[in-house]
């Protein structure tokens, strides 16, 4: 086999040009869930889905990534970004571009998604819109069930201003009070739905469900909090906060859980990163807000629209089977009564979900929490989810007398309260329970159960990409090993020791373990991937992950791609490459799959000179998942399901023409298919493929289920 041309080039790899902005990529990327609300491919409640997930990552957003540079810009620090943006431009940019982001939310649901819900008989009235029969209704809503919640605060020198709280609505209400003009905020309570239905037949003719907003109610009766004094207006504003936690350095003598406890109360009072105001808000209220936030104008945005369409997830509850997807059939991998540990001695398994159950997952932990062979069960716990099943099997386990370690990453962002309530629980079953490791956030998934069988002790792994947290597990595409290959198990063991005590083993056979040997592991296989290459051998590389941000990463894929190396990334969200530089990155191709399910699984394939290798496993390419994380990707030693992963899982991504977008310099393009030839959506034969799999494993030579066949 000849070999590419490898260009021996003398460009300068640092060079910013060679790069996009990481954080105006991430945008890209929710431009992506953006266009699936704006297109027809999904049924409608689903578009609207994509619509409230636009707003919750945008508030994701700007709660750590825009808080993070606001803190630079306030402190005055002058760092560049990698493709050489200053934080004053980069922070503009940001701004005018979630901005036309939000314009273009308030018009899909305008112009598309509201009026197409009027047509299947779902109605969401404007005031104008209201009859005196509705107007009466909200009337005797308002006082019923609106106003015994709502407490007006004054502001005024008696009265300082109030805490506001994060990703609250609220209105600020002027009133004329003894000849003077007052200040006063009305907090929408967030406990109550957003959209209150009204009785049956008040949205006209054709109509199956009807709605009118908890602001326009409250709106509408603002002057029963004000008895006796004048309301001159109500404006609504909402406010995100800085919620990019650190938790301060912990004393010897100290304790994480007292600390994050304290860091939660102090984030309350995090600076804001966003004021979003209705446009007809006066200036002098503007103003107001503004002195009091403490924060420059420019974190002031002003709208027309509805603020905060995170709320509209509520409509996809609505029950109309039509407007939504199918359901989802999960294959159920271990029904009763398969002893899930015999299984996995025959050989390893491999799970997919969702289109293979997490259930899974918990049939592995239930059966080792009642088996009486089984004397120890190991795992971590990043976000759990607010109702886990697994809480109660290890405590069930502990109560059987096993010996349970468990280590809960009190860490894991916007789950630390839920976190610090699962630790609580778990320690007052009396199960050993580390709250991570000193100033690194343990992101691996991992379980690892002990049992005693009669050739001795024998252990079996769990190691996953995604968190064990069944919710999730439902929405997100993720992989799940089983595994007691001795190899691996070894190393899983000398993970938990460094987890829970004060090892420091730095020589792991197969796993690759950050911050110990992942970084350099990854940067040799890339190089050695180069070499060969360089010496005529089959040369290629298949990364399948979320984020690509690290700029050695990038540099090592760009000097790969000189070498001759073909480079295929299947990258979920930000990507820093730019695919297609001349003498830089012509062999490497950048796609990402936005569809019904969130990808999250990461897999990294290497060609190896015709012998291939392929990890799996938590780790994205990102500094804070090579330098501050404990992660974890496992080699794949099974040749079944190092061949499902790269010939079922892998090619179905690299085909898609269906849900596929590809990088082309700095901008994603949609991947249409040639004329004539039928689109292929990944996840959808992905999820028909498991469907028509056997209940059963098959045997080992055989990947499971059907042949994964493409259209021609």
């Not at 997830?313 to 609505?318: D, E, F, H, P, Q």
């Not at 109702?387 to 789950?415: C, H, M, T, W, Y």
């Amino acid at each position: 086999m000849s070999s590419p041309k490898a260009v021996t080039s003398s460009i300068n790899l640092h060079d910013p040009r060679l790069y996009n902005n990481r954080e105006l990529s991430w945008l890209e990327f929710n431009q992506r869930v953006l266009d699936q609300a704006l297109g027809a491919d999904h049924p409608l409640l689903e578009r609207v889905k994509f619509l409230a997930i636009v707003s919750s990552n945008l508030d994701e957003f700007f709660m750590v990534r825009m808080a993070t540079l606001l803190r630079k810009l306030r402190a005055g620090l002058q760092d560049e970004s990698l493709d050489g943006q200053t934080v004053p431009e980069q922070a503009r940019r940001i701004r005018a571009r979630a901005a036309q982001m939000r314009r273009d939310q308030a018009s899909c649901w305008n112009d598309q998604l509201r009026p197409e819900l009027a047509k299947h008989g779902v109605r969401i009235l404007e005031p104008e819109e209201y009859t005196d029969r509705i107007r009466q209704f909200l009337t005797l809503f308002f006082r019923a069930e609106i106003y015994p919640l709502l407490t007006p605060l004054a502001f005024d020198p008696g009265h300082p201003f109030p805490l506001i709280s994060n990703r609250s609505k609220n209105f600020a209400v002027t009133v004329r009070y003894q000849r003077r003009t007052k200040f006063a905020r009305v907090k929408v309570p967030q406990m109550l739905p957003r959209f209150v239905q009204l009785p049956h037949g008040s949205g006209g003719k054709g109509t199956v469900h009807s709605y009118a907003f908890l602001e326009d109610i409250i709106r509408m009766n603002l002057g029963e909090l004000f008895n006796g004094v004048e309301v001159l207006n109500a404006h609504l504003f909402r406010v995100t906060r800085d919620s990019d936690i650190e938790v301060r350095t912990v004393d010897v003598d100290g304790d994480l859980m007292e600390s994050m406890e304290s860091t939660l109360k102090q984030q309350r009072h995090g600076l804001p990163s966003l004021l979003q105001v209705e446009s007809s808000m006066p200036a002098r209220v503007v103003r107001t807000l503004v002195e009091n936030f403490e924060i420059e104008d420019e974190v002031v945005e002003k709208t027309s629209s509805r603020l905060d369409f995170s709320d509209w997830m509520a409509l996809t509850r609505i029950a109309m089977p039509k407007l939504k997807d199918a359901p989802l059939a999960a294959r159920t991998v271990w029904p009763a009564p398969t002893n899930v540990f015999e299984e996995i001695q025959e050989r390893d398994i491999l799970v997919h979900h969702p289109f293979e159950s997490f259930s899974a997952v918990e049939t592995f932990l239930q059966q080792a929490s009642t088996d009486p062979h089984v004397t120890g069960i190991k795992m971590t716990l990043y976000r759990i989810g607010s109702n886990s099943p697994l809480i109660d099997i290890l405590i069930d386990a502990a109560d059987a007398g096993k010996q349970v370690a468990v280590l809960v990453e009190l860490k894991a962002r916007f789950d630390e309260r839920n976190n610090i309530a699962w630790a609580t629980r778990l320690e007052a079953a009396g199960i050993h329970v580390v709250y991570g490791v000193e100033n690194l956030k343990t992101h691996c998934k991992l379980a690892l159960v002990v049992r005693r069988e009669a050739e001795g002790v024998r252990r079996y792994a769990h190691i996953g990409t995604g968190n064990y947290n069944r919710a999730t597990a439902q929405i997100y595409t993720d992989l799940s090993l089983f595994t007691c290959n001795e190899q691996v198990i070894d190393d899983v063991g000398e993970v938990f020791n460094y987890l829970t005590g004060y090892s420091r083993h730095e020589d792991y056979d197969q796993l690759l373990v950050a911050p110990v040997t992942l970084r350099k592991s990854l940067r040799a296989l890339i190089e050695r991937e180069a070499e060969h290459a360089r010496a005529g051998r089959p040369a290629r590389i298949i990364f399948k992950c979320n984020a690509i941000t690290d700029p050695e990463m990038a540099r090592a894929l760009y000097r790969a791609s000189q070498a001759g190396v073909t480079v295929d990334l299947i990258v979920r969200g930000i990507c820093v490459l730019r695919p297609g530089l001349k003498g830089v990155s012509e062999r490497i191709s950048v796609r990402s799959i936005v569809g019904r399910f969130l990808e999250h699984s990461r897999v990294y394939w290497f060609e190896n000179g015709g012998t291939p290798e392929v990890f799996m496993g938590s780790a994205d390419l990102m500094e804070r998942n090579l330098d501050r994380r404990v992660e974890v990707l496992c080699r794949v030693a099974d040749a079944h399901v190092a061949h499902h992963l790269r010939e079922v899982v892998l090619q179905a991504y690299l085909q898609d023409s269906a849900r596929a977008y590809v990088l082309v310099d700095d901008k994603y393009q949609r991947a249409n298919p040639a004329e004539n030839t039928a689109s292929a959506s990944a996840q959808q034969l992905l999820m028909e493929r498991c469907a028509a799999a056997p209940t059963t494993p098959s045997s080992a030579d055989e990947p499971t289920g059907p042949t994964l066949v493409w259209p021609k």
